[in-house]
Nanobody, 120 residues
Framework: QVQLVESGGGLVQPGGSLRLSCAAS????????MGWYRQAPGKQRELVAL???????NYADSVKGRFTISRDNAKNTVSLQMNSLKPGDTDVYYC??????????????WGQGTQVTVSS
């Protein structure tokens, strides 16, 4: 089995920063794309940022210039540095990864989510 465990959420004032981290564990042969998504109550989950195993990145327009995604392939971790946070960034943030287990097919996994609240 593969598990994705997020950490780093919390309450921050507008203009502040938070860093989210996600660690993948289990029977992992390789990880392709890793990413962060977010979801507000009653809304669809939306992409925040993606990063490939080679380090290519893609960001939602709403976070470009403020958020930075990075990963450590040796440790199977992905992080999201969030700066200049706005109240509109308040959501539950989910880690996502395409994982290949023991040379098998790629499968998609989700973390349990971590709450980010931006409020004064």
């Amino acid at each position: 089995q593969v598990q994705l465990v997020e950490s780093g959420g919390g309450l921050v004032q507008p203009g502040g920063s938070l860093r989210l981290s996600c660690a993948a564990s289990g029977s992992i042969f390789s990880i392709n794309i890793m990413g962060w998504y977010r979801q507000a109550p009653g809304k669809q989950r939306e992409l925040v940022a993606l990063i490939t195993s080679r380090g290519s990145t893609n960001y939602a327009d709403s976070v470009k210039g403020r958020f930075t995604i990075s990963r450590d392939n040796a440790k199977n971790t992905v992080s999201l540095q969030m700066n200049s946070l706005k109240p509109g960034d308040t959501d539950v943030y989910y880690c996502n990864a395409d994982v290949r287990r023991n040379s098998g097919p790629l499968r998609n996994y989700w973390g349990q989510g971590t709450q980010v609240t931006v409020s004064s």
